[in-house]
């Protein structure tokens, strides 16, 4: 039964994470991504992936924080960065199961760089690179629909990177 429920955890994730690189706003993205770290929080306790659901805890805090200094107009100092880059490392070591209890890890001191930046371009490229580090970690957990949504995370983040891209340079022309 738990199981089934992750797996529809999972699928909520997908559709979060693929609208989310979509927006053209960094708070919007942030703001999906908030939902969707949530949503895959419960989905890695069902299927007692300890590592990736502390770290999605707290990828969703940072997001809804670092959405709160956009709000304000402000970015957050290297210092709120460092933090959380910080407590990221020592949850995964806390929350530590085995090997595979690096990619989380890595992947949000990845993500956690691209959020701070201000340049939602840099936020897509991470958001790429985050999602095959993941689709890693769901296999190996059995969160078959979360390598499915961080898979579809990769593609949308390409597709809107290529598309802005365009648009850029159709506007220099």
Same mark, same amino acid.
């Given at each position: ?28 993205? @942030? ?27 707290? +990828? ?46 890595? @992947? ?10 201000? +340049? ?24 078959? @629909? ?17 598309? +802005? ?9």
């Amino acid at each position: 039964m738990f199981f089934i429920l992750a797996q529809i955890c999972g699928l909520i994730a997908l559709v979060l994470t693929v609208i989310s690189v979509q927006f053209k706003t960094k708070e919007k993205i @942030v703001m999906c991504s908030v939902l969707a770290n949530i949503v895959v929080a419960i989905q890695y306790f069902l299927l007692s992936a300890l590592t990736g659901a502390v770290i999605s805890v707290i +990828n969703a805090i940072r997001c809804l924080i670092f959405y709160v200094y956009k709000k304000k107009n402000m970015k957050p100092s290297i210092l709120v960065l460092i933090i959380f880059e910080i407590v990221a490392i020592i949850s995964g070591i806390i929350s530590w199961q085995n090997a595979w209890s690096l990619i989380p890890i890595i @992947v949000t001191v990845i993500y956690t760089y691209g959020l701070w930046q201000d +340049n939602v371009t840099i936020i897509r490229i991470t958001t790429g690179i985050v999602g095959f580090g993941w689709a890693i970690y769901n296999l190996v957990v059995m969160a078959y @629909v979360g390598a499915l949504q961080e898979t579809s995370q990769l593609i949308s983040a390409i597709i809107a990177v290529y598309r +802005n891209r365009n648009k850029k340079i159709k506007s220099m022309q």
